[in-house]
Nanobody
Framework: QVQLVESGGGLVQAGGSLRLSCAASGFIFSVNGMGWYRQAPGKQRELVASITRGGSTNYADSVKGRFTISRDNARNTVNLQMNSLKPEDTGDYYC??????????????WGQGTQVTVSS
């Protein structure tokens, strides 16, 4: 069974940093692209950052230059380093797969997420 456990969220002042971690199990982690997603209050879930099985990364325009996604296949973890945080980054953050053959909007299983609140 797939399990995704996010951690590292919290309350931070604007301009601060947080490092989110995701521990994954129940699938072959190393052959899957992974992503971090977030859902801000009153908004749809969105893809924030993704990393392929080979390590190439992509970021939403809103976080480019501030966030860094990384993965550790030996530990089945994917991380998101979040710097220069803005109030607009507030939301619930989730990790999940991100692969060409999967429309992530149809993913049925999500972990508990981790809440990020950025105060101004």
């Amino acid at each position: 069974q797939v399990q995704l456990v996010e951690s590292g969220g919290g309350l931070v002042q604007a301009g601060g940093s947080l490092r989110l971690s995701c521990a994954a199990s129940g699938f072959i982690f190393s052959v899957n692209g992974m992503g971090w997603y977030r859902q801000a209050p009153g908004k749809q879930r969105e893809l924030v950052a993704s990393i392929t099985r080979g390590g190439s990364t992509n970021y939403a325009d809103s976080v480019k230059g501030r966030f860094t996604i990384s993965r550790d296949n030996a530990r089945n973890t994917v991380n998101l380093q979040m710097n220069s945080l803005k109030p607009e980054d507030t939301g619930d953050y989730y990790c999940n797969t991100h692969n060409p053959l999967t429309d992530w909007r149809l993913i049925k299983y999500w972990g508990q997420g981790t809440q990020v609140t950025v105060s101004s």
